[in-house]
């Protein structure tokens, strides 16, 4: 369906007309970027009334595949389209070329690139190593899917970009020749779209550039298990995990390299999965030419995602609710990303877990085997429920049912505020949070997506977080 290869600026600057399929940020900023080289714009979108038009030519519905594609000479798809729409379909008939948001930029972009993806942990992986590139390269950005569209700053006269990749992006584009690559993980995500997990994994393999020498890629090895096609060249392919060149380990914390051994002691985010994070941030790093001190000298200042496991203050509350810890992880769109972020805890250390959403296609089986570890209480609003009811009621463990987060949370504080622990399995974790000082932990991991009640999971950790500071603060 796309090009084989970026194509050069003089192929590209042969077309005058681009159809934007799809817009938000990434289909805005190409056509922004078009404009200011002087060529037109058109978008087709759904929502075409809520498009903004400032740098479009017209705006129309993608209803229509064989008018709205007249006169086009090239196609700019948004990650989100499925690769089935008609449009798309008409355009291949029609052998109109198409590129990706990214694929696009990297027509102008002739810099070093540093690319991350994975199931789970590619935007804290990739903001953890943007941060520490920082020091040594000053002049450098992060984009991509962790939400700066690449074409924003593509023409920019950069030392070094960080791109986080999603799966959708990667497999809307070819290959993009990066100078070094990661792919984290993988787990059940986004099967409505790849359908199975080979395809899954042939979409995040993309990433790679075994063809160049040069290109160090890091990987999981457990993801080799998914790839339908195994490489043959491994020679610039890295692994990282348990028994090899790079790995982590606990007690104490440390990151090992072939280089050096890291003291992770300091480091603000808990848990072994962010300190997997952590050493694929330093793999990258040294790979693009860091010293280890440079290196370690960033990690103390490293505080994390908006939305991710981000812990809010509770000297805010009152009195009556300081030794309680809110805890806004609103970015978990799925069950591995949800059970990642409470893998720390065990039966008895008080917490609540907050989930809704839309569910992803992916097994609830490993969720239930934990949850029954916890027997933590389960706090359940929006979409979710249709699809999680029956087997989490099957558990005979606390689960509580709600239309929505506000009348979740207030009855969530009614219930704190009455005796109503007192005759239920979890009555302790209220007793515990009343004598010890944050003892009980509130965990908001949806583990869906967010778009039956919110635009997006930021809206959606925002609204949480408003919700808390207005009910117990």
């Given at each position: 369906?796309?090009?084989?290869?970026?194509?050069?600026?003089s192929?590209?600057?042969?077309f005058?007309?681009?159809?934007?399929?799809?817009?938000?940020s990434?289909?805005d900023?190409?056509?922004?970027?078009?404009?200011?080289?002087?060529k037109?714009?058109?978008l087709?979108?759904?929502?075409?009334?809520?498009?903004?038009?400032?740098?479009?030519?017209?705006?129309?519905?993608d209803?229509?595949?064989?008018e709205?594609?007249?006169?086009?000479?090239?196609?700019?798809?948004?990650?989100?389209?499925?690769?089935?729409?008609?449009?798309?379909?008409?355009a291949?008939?029609?052998?109109i070329?198409?590129?990706s948001?990214?694929?696009?930029?990297?027509?102008?972009y002739?810099?070093?690139?540093?690319g991350?993806?994975?199931?789970?942990?590619?935007s804290?992986?990739?903001?953890?190593t943007?941060?520490?590139?920082?020091?040594?390269?000053?002049?450098?950005?992060?984009?991509?899917?962790?939400g700066v569209?690449?074409?924003s700053?593509?023409?920019?006269p950069?030392?070094?970009?960080v791109?986080?990749?999603?799966?959708?992006?990667?497999?809307?584009?070819?290959?993009?020749?990066?100078?070094a690559?990661?792919?984290?993980n993988?787990?059940?995500?986004?099967?409505?779209r790849?359908?199975?997990?080979?395809?899954?994994?042939?979409?995040k393999?993309?990433?790679?550039?075994l063809?160049?020498?040069?290109?160090?890629?890091?990987?999981?090895?457990?993801?080799?298990?998914?790839?339908?096609?195994?490489?043959?060249?491994?020679?610039?392919?890295?692994?990282?995990?348990?028994?090899q060149?790079?790995?982590?380990?606990?007690?104490?914390?440390?990151?090992h390299?072939p280089?050096h051994?890291?003291?992770?002691?300091?480091?603000?985010?808990?848990?072994k999965?962010?300190?997997?994070?952590?050493?694929?941030a330093?793999?990258?790093?040294?790979t693009?030419?860091?010293?280890?001190?440079?290196?370690?000298?960033?990690?103390?200042?490293?505080?994390?995602?908006p939305?991710?496991?981000r812990?809010?203050?509770?000297?805010l509350f009152?009195?009556?609710?300081q030794?309680?810890?809110?805890?806004?992880?609103?970015?978990?769109?799925?069950l591995?990303?949800?059970?990642?972020?409470i893998?720390?805890f065990k039966?008895?250390?008080g917490?609540?877990?907050?989930l809704?959403?839309?569910?992803?296609?992916?097994p609830?089986?490993?969720?239930?085997?934990?949850?029954k570890?916890?027997?933590?209480p389960?706090?359940?609003?929006?979409?979710?429920?249709?699809?999680w009811?029956?087997?989490?009621d099957?558990?005979?463990?606390?689960?509580?049912?709600?239309?929505?987060l506000p009348?979740?949370?207030?009855?969530?504080?009614n219930?704190?505020?009455?005796?109503?622990?007192?005759?239920t399995i979890?009555?302790?974790?209220?007793?515990?949070?009343?004598n010890?000082?944050n003892?009980?932990?509130?965990?908001?991991?949806?583990?869906?997506?967010s778009?039956?009640?919110?635009?997006?999971?930021?809206?959606?950790?925002?609204?949480?977080?408003?919700?808390v500071?207005?009910?117990?603060?």
């Amino acid at each position: 369906m796309f090009s084989e290869s970026i194509p050069t600026f003089s192929q590209l600057d042969q077309f005058q007309n681009f159809l934007i399929l799809g817009g938000g940020s990434s289909g805005d900023s190409s056509a922004k970027l078009l404009s200011s080289l002087s060529k037109r714009s058109i978008l087709a979108d759904r929502f075409p009334e809520k498009a903004n038009q400032l740098f479009y030519v017209s705006v129309l519905s993608d209803n229509h595949p064989q008018e709205t594609l007249e006169g086009i000479d090239c196609i700019i798809k948004s990650p989100g389209i499925l690769p089935d729409h008609p449009i798309l379909n008409e355009a291949k008939i029609r052998q109109i070329p198409m590129l990706s948001e990214i694929a696009l930029a990297r027509v102008f972009y002739k810099g070093p690139i540093i690319g991350i993806t994975g199931t789970d942990g590619k935007s804290t992986t990739t903001a953890l190593t943007y941060h520490i590139l920082q020091s040594k390269f000053p002049n450098s950005k992060m984009g991509g899917n962790i939400g700066v569209p690449f074409t924003s700053f593509c023409l920019e006269p950069l030392d070094l970009v960080v791109l986080e990749l999603s799966s959708y992006q990667l497999d809307d584009s070819p290959n993009l020749q990066l100078t070094a690559s990661a792919i984290l993980n993988l787990a059940s995500d986004h099967l409505e779209r790849h359908k199975t997990m080979g395809s899954y994994a042939k979409a995040k393999w993309k990433i790679q550039n075994l063809v160049d020498p040069n290109h160090k890629s890091f990987i999981n090895p457990k993801f080799l298990e998914f790839l339908p096609d195994q490489p043959s060249n491994y020679d610039n392919l890295q692994f990282i995990g348990e028994g090899q060149k790079y790995f982590v380990s606990l007690d104490p914390n440390q990151i090992h390299t072939p280089n050096h051994i890291y003291d992770a002691a300091k480091f603000p985010l808990k848990g072994k999965h962010n300190l997997m994070n952590l050493c694929f941030a330093i793999a990258l790093c040294e790979t693009i030419g860091m010293e280890w001190k440079e290196i370690q000298n960033q990690f103390e200042s490293f505080t994390g995602l908006p939305h991710r496991f981000r812990k809010m203050d509770s000297s805010l509350f009152q009195n009556q609710y300081q030794n309680i810890q809110f805890i806004n992880d609103s970015k978990s769109t799925n069950l591995h990303s949800m059970l990642s972020g409470i893998s720390g805890f065990k039966k008895g250390d008080g917490l609540i877990l907050i989930l809704g959403g839309i569910p992803k296609t992916e097994p609830i089986e490993p969720f239930l085997k934990r949850w029954k570890e916890l027997e933590c209480p389960i706090w359940v609003y929006g979409k979710a429920i249709e699809v999680w009811k029956t087997e989490f009621d099957k558990t005979g463990l606390p689960v509580y049912y709600f239309p929505d987060l506000p009348s979740l949370l207030l009855d969530l504080k009614n219930k704190m505020d009455s005796n109503f622990y007192k005759q239920t399995i979890d009555s302790k974790l209220v007793t515990k949070a009343k004598n010890h000082p944050n003892s009980l932990s509130v965990i908001f991991s949806p583990a869906g997506a967010s778009f039956d009640l919110y635009k997006n999971f930021e809206e959606r950790g925002n609204h949480f977080e408003s919700l808390v500071l207005q009910l117990f603060s």
